[in-house]
């Protein structure tokens, strides 16, 4: 069955609608919290991938057997049968009740599935109905209060696809979105471990990372490199063609690449740099990596203790780019260095004589932005200078950190805190990976990962599992949302004893 088996078992099952296998997951539940409603941008049925019969035989076989309960609420709020049922017993209780409902077919395109429905009128037999439900609906207005998170001032917008998705992992992430509105998010992450199990791609963590374990393995490390700078370049690549802001942060977490962890290690922060610098490069775009340079007035000036002399071993270190090298010329070219600030924004220079003097910078990659205590100075002026000065080119910050702190004349105190904070908020994720660790007991033993795996990809929670007689370890999905969740969400999720 593949890494992700952990957690999984495969089992026959007898329904009312005949399947070839279903499928039970052993995860645990987890409680309800507010969804973030997303509704997919239309796309042609012959051009999407579509599902096999036995995906389709599967996800019918999985959901009639474990989450009859789901079936019931998505019957309740999506097709007419809620409504009915709410003006009918709104006189008599019990005068029409919708009594269960089953899967009974799932399109191969992923735009729509049918269910069976059972209804039980005052006196009578129960009758089936079948009915249609589309994977982009919304929950009907009579049925607001059974489901609160259905009603449209949630936040919503259009979910950016994926390039060339599968068609499990595109179907699992709408159906997703239905699970949340009818308030129940603890579903979400068993199915992306269904999507993963099915075929999917983009569901999952490799296993046997051992992040607990410091210093990393040298393939560890290349595993998240590579997973970052794909992220990057797909974000410029949309941003060219208007799909995403300019304006983008990327966060890179885990233990060697986490400030506040003894095993900080700056070589793999630079590595990391090098990567994206060097694939961004290999696309004949000019990357400028700046690093801040020193703050502050007179005698009280300094440098983030993270950023101490990474400007000198930018510099210093091995880009291959040397005469007769795998990246030569690269650096003085297409890389070069810098520090925040507007005066480092570079433009194109032309003489008289129509010569090209400078080639503009193309794309601006800012190593962890951040001001500092006790420092009269804040990293957010310079900051919006060089954005400001930079246009509409991208500007990525790695690991950035624009919260205020404490100096001596207030200047980080309450004026124009409220600006800073919307400039803070006005940088798109488009790449976010960091461990979660059980605040009582410090930063180990690892608890999970909270992951964003590019632009247009949702954030998707993991639990860290180890396998019998500690064989190895995986990262087990828990819930997927399509907006950032908060703290109280992620502790729900790992604090639920269902």
């Known amino acids: 069955m593949g890494s992700f088996a952990c957690g999984l078992l495969l089992l026959g099952a007898t329904l009312a609608a005949p399947v070839s296998r279903a499928a039970a997951f052993l995860l645990p539940p987890i409680p309800s919290f507010p969804p973030y409603c997303q509704v997919f941008s239309a796309t042609s049925a012959e051009d999407s991938p579509r599902l096999s019969e036995y995906q389709c035989d599967f996800i019918r076989g999985y959901l009639n057997q474990n989450h009859p309960d789901l079936l019931r609420d998505l019957a309740t709020a999506f097709t007419s049968h809620g409504p009915l049922a709410r003006r009918r017993n709104a006189m008599t209780r019990g005068s029409y009740a919708l009594d269960s409902a089953t899967l009974a077919y799932v399109d191969s395109t992923g735009a729509s599935f049918e269910l069976d429905v059972s209804i039980a009128s005052r ?7 079948r009915e249609t439900v589309g994977i982009d609906a919304c929950v009907d207005p009579a049925c607001y209060r059974a489901y609160p998170h259905g009603r449209p001032e949630d936040p919503r917008s259009s979910i950016v696809h994926e390039e060339n998705p599968t068609a499990i992992d595109t179907f699992v992430r709408r159906f997703n979105r239905l699970c949340h509105l009818v308030g129940r998010p603890s579903i979400t992450g068993k199915m992306l471990t269904l999507g993963r199990q099915l075929g999917g791609e983009r569901a999952g963590l490799l296993d ?12 560890v490390r290349r595993y998240f490199y590579g997973m970052a700078a794909e992220a990057v370049l797909n974000a410029v690549q949309r941003c060219g063609n208007g799909q ?12 060697e690449m986490n400030p506040e962890m003894d095993s900080y290690r700056i070589g793999t922060l630079l590595e990391l740099v090098r990567n994206i610098a060097t694939v961004i490069a290999e696309q004949n775009l000019r990357v400028r990596v700046c690093v801040q340079g020193s703050m502050g007035v007179g005698i009280f000036t300094g ?6 002399g990474v400007s000198t071993l930018l510099n210093r270190m091995d880009w291959q780019s040397e005469e007769g090298e795998r990246n030569a010329g690269m650096v003085g070219d297409y890389v070069n260095f810098g520090n925040v600030g507007s005066e480092h924004v570079m433009d194109t220079q032309i003489d008289a004589d129509g010569t090209v003097l400078q080639e503009q910078d193309d794309v601006f990659l800012l190593l962890c932005p951040q001001s500092m205590v006790g420092v009269d100075a804040s ?18 910050l790695l690991n950035p ?13 309450v004026r124009g805190r409220s600006e800073r904070i919307a400039f803070a908020k006005s940088f798109q994720t488009i790449y976010h990976m960091r461990c979660l660790y059980d605040s009582s007991t410090g930063y180990f033993p690892i608890l999970g990962a909270m992951l964003k795996r590019g632009p247009g990809e949702p954030w998707v929670a993991f639990r ?9 370890e995986a990262y087990v999905p828990v819930f997927s949302m399509e907006m950032e969740p908060d703290s109280s969400d992620i502790t729900k999720a790992f604090t639920s004893d269902d």
């Open 123 to 129: 006196g009578r037999a129960p009758v089936l109905h």
């Open 208 to 219: 046997n990372l051992f992040l607990n374990v410091v210093p990393h393995g040298r393939e």
């Open 244 to 255: 995403v802001t300019n304006r983008m942060q990327l966060t890179c977490l885990f233990p």
């Open 303 to 308: 440098t983030p203790k993270s950023l101490s």
């Open 379 to 396: 990293i957010v002026e310079p900051l919006q200078e060089m954005v400001k000065a930079a246009g509409d080119r991208p500007v990525i």
């Open 401 to 413: 950190s624009l919260v205020d702190r404490p100096s001596s004349d207030g200047q980080q105190g």
């Open 464 to 472: 860290r599992r180890d396998y019998a007689q500690k064989q190895g």
